[in-house]
T-cell receptor, first 115, second 114 residues
Framework: EAGVAQSPRYKIIEKRQSVAFWCNPI?????LYWYQQILGQGPKLLIQFQNNGVVDDSQLPKDRFSAERLKGVDSTLKIQPAKLEDSAVYLC?????????????FGPGTRLLVL | AQSVSQHNHHVILSEAASLELGCNYS??????LFWYVQYPGQHLQLLLK??????LVKGIKGFEAEFIKSKFSFNLRKPSVQWSDTAEYFC????????????FGTGTLLAVQP
């Protein structure tokens, strides 16, 4: 079974530029998550989708971050404009459903450096 | 708000030593508890999880964790570590409900010396 795919793996941009990340979840998984992991911290949920609808985006900085999951499969996360403090690893995860007991499967992440 | 504390940020052990990593959470209701591991150069993967029943749960690679409700703890243990256990370990909790939102601790970096 293929895992969660993410691209690109690494990205370096200058502040105020824009950047986009892509995620392809495990086939059949209805729930998709984007997490931000800053160096020295654990992952923090940014947004959660159930199929193509948003379940939780309470921690998403909506003035600069946006995300979509068209057709309930792939998802993109965008930052525009980027700030220095956005430097982090952006993790995508998926699960079969949003029940609390479901295991979340993580992708390899996209490491972003904002200069 | 829910939070997770991992008190050991860095742990260095020799092979065959015993391991115990602490994890405490703050939430008064029913919780689901997880330990994830990230080996060097790899993605986060599930080590073990607890939902209900026997508070001692066994995971992959000889790891186990004990849920102590009165102490709000979910400590990870392994009787004898190997060099290949070198990794970062994350404790996580969710309170179920409408979402499956995981709250992670800050992680513990374990280095096992051969």
């Amino acid at each position: 079974e293929a895992g969660v795919a993410q691209s690109p793996r690494y990205k370096i941009i200058e502040k105020r530029q824009s950047v986009a990340f892509w995620c392809n979840p495990i086939s059949g998984h209805a729930t998709l998550y984007w997490y931000q992991q800053i160096l020295g911290q654990g992952p923090k949920l940014l947004i959660q989708f159930q199929n193509n609808g948003v379940v939780d985006d309470s921690q998403l900085p909506k003035d600069r971050f946006s995300a979509e999951r068209l057709k309930g499969v792939d998802s993109t996360l965008k930052i525009q404009p980027a700030k220095l403090e956005d430097s982090a690893v952006y993790l995508c995860a998926s699960s079969q459903s949003r029940q609390g007991r479901e295991t979340q499967y993580f992708g390899p992440g996209t490491r972003l450096l904002v200069l | 708000a829910q939070s997770v504390s991992q008190h050991n940020h860095h742990v260095i052990l020799s092979e065959a030593a015993s391991l115990e990593l602490g994890c405490n959470y703050s939430y008064g209701g029913t919780v689901n508890l997880f330990w994830y591991v990230q080996y060097p150069g790899q993605h986060l993967q599930l080590l073990l999880k607890y939902f209900s029943g026997d508070p001692l749960v066994k995971g992959i690679k000889g790891f186990e964790a004990e849920f102590i409700k009165s102490k709000f703890s979910f400590n990870l243990r392994k009787p004898s570590v190997q060099w290949s256990d070198t990794a970062e370990y994350f404790c996580a909790v969710n309170a179920g409900g409408a979402t499956n939102k995981l709250i992670f601790g800050t992680g513990t970096l374990l280095a096992v010396q051969p």
